[in-house]
Structures are given as C-alpha cells and as structure tokens.
C-alpha cells in the first residue's frame, strides 16, 4: 500500500491548528494522531491517523513519553499484553516507545 504522505501534512497542519494541549497524565491512554510514519514505525488509523497511545511519562505540558497500543496479538517480547480495554484485548507496541511532542489528542 503506498502512504499518501502529502495528504497527510494538509490534514497534520490542520489538527495542529484545532487542537490545543490537554492535561494528561501517566497510565492514561488517549487516542493521538501518529500519523504516517516512514517504514514499520506504526501508523495512526482513519482520517486523522490516530491510535490510541499510553502516556507512559509526562516531562512537560507539550512533551511526553508515549507506547502506541494495538489489539493485533503477536507472539513476540515487543507486544506486551495490557488485558482489556474498551472490551478489547490491548498490546504495547513496546519496540516503538518514543517521544511525542505537542500531541493532539
């Protein structure tokens, strides 16, 4: 499948507009815009490319430490189980654990 990366700008630029920082906090899960990504970084989903992301931890108002969380099982040490959440069986994508910088929620 080839990502349209062009498309995604427009609609990035557009959700960097509308959204402002929300307070969060660590071992909440939000769903983020991630986007499209270059390789096997995993990608958002729908419209916005969003995912939902676990904050693992906040350094300041526009910077936090986030997993991204998927409901596809693997059986590999980088999907770690998280149980149920919204009544679905929850992974971390441990091998993707990264920096989000004025997240859009």
Known sequence: M???FEAWNKRK????????NRLYRER?????SLGLN???????TG????????IL???SKQVCLIVPLTTSQKKNSYHV???NVGG???????SQIRPYQRFTF
């Open 2 to 4: 080839q990502k349209d």
């Open 13 to 20: 630029k557009r959700i960097h507009i509308e959204n402002e």
């Open 28 to 32: 909440e899960i939000w769903w983020c």
């Open 38 to 44: 270059v390789g096997f970084e995993q990608d958002g």
């Open 47 to 54: 419209s916005d490319s969003e995912r939902p992301v676990l």
């Open 57 to 59: 931890k906040g350094f």
């Open 81 to 83: 189980t998280l149980g």
């Open 88 to 94: 679905k069986n929850a992974f971390a994508i441990i």
